[in-house]
């Protein structure tokens, strides 16, 4: 068990903080088990990494070589960090306690529209 903690600690702790990387790990096991919690981390992994992979590659590909390895950098150093701010801002909203009946229409509404609720927390 401690092994699995600790190499997505290892992984994440370039992004985020240790205290949130545990907070993600918390929320997570309440909803699967160690197998299954690395299970769907390698899987999300491995999407994210092929996804930023073939991103690159379309980058190259489709401008001048030199200038694409000049700015790929830049740009993929940029959508880590948006990548983080993200995380950051929808780890506060998982951590959030619904507080009685309104509480409860607000966790429905999110459902039906939870892109407002992190670009609002974002401004």
Known sequence: E???DLVIICILKQTLSIPSILEILSIQKQQ???PE???L???MYEEVLRHNLDFACRT???GSYQSAIRNLPLKMAVYAHTG???AQQTLALALEKPSGASGEAEAKEEKKAPDKK???KAK
């Open 2 to 4: 401690h092994i699995a």
């Open 41 to 43: 981390f390698c899987e």
């Open 84 to 86: 983080q701010l993200i």
């Open 60 to 62: 190259v590909e489709a």
């Open 32 to 34: 699967n088990t160690l």
């Open 118 to 120: 992190v670009e609002e």
């Open 37 to 39: 919690l690395l299970d």
